[in-house]
């Protein structure tokens, strides 16, 4: 049975940066699809950014160009660099895994809080 478990998350000022890892176990996830979510207080969750098995990614609009997937297969560990922060960015980040090519995420982490201030 797999596990995802995020760090990084804290208090940032607006403009600065914030590096998040998700720490996988109790299964390799090298070949499957690790995402990254949010959710803000009184809104849904939404994506935020994925990377395949093969290193290729995909952004939500809103990140694009300030957020950065990655991955270190040896590691288990997936990784969201998040630069030129704002405070619409606040919000519980939570990884998942799409494991043996599903298209849905079956695996989720407990989430972390980013909280960005003005």
């Known amino acids: 049975q797999g596990q995802l478990q995020e760090s990084g998350g804290g208090l940032v000022q607006a403009g600065g940066s914030l590096g998040l890892s998700c720490a996988a176990s109790g299964r390799t996830f090298s070949s499957s699809k690790m995402g990254w979510f949010r959710q803000a207080p009184g809104k849904e969750r939404e994506f935020v950014a994925h990377?395949?098995?093969?290193?290729?990614?995909n952004y939500a609009d809103s990140v694009k160009g300030r957020f950065t997937i990655s991955r270190d297969r040896v590691k288990n560990t997936a990784y969201l660099q998040m630069n030129s922060l704002k405070p619409e960015d606040t919000a519980v980040y939570y990884c998942?895994?799409?494991?043996?090519?599903?298209?849905?995420?079956?695996?989720w982490g407990q989430g972390t809080q980013v909280t960005v201030s003005s």
């Open positions: 998942a895994a799409a494991t043996e090519g599903r298209v849905r995420y079956d695996y």
């Open positions: 990377i395949t098995w093969s290193g290729s990614t």
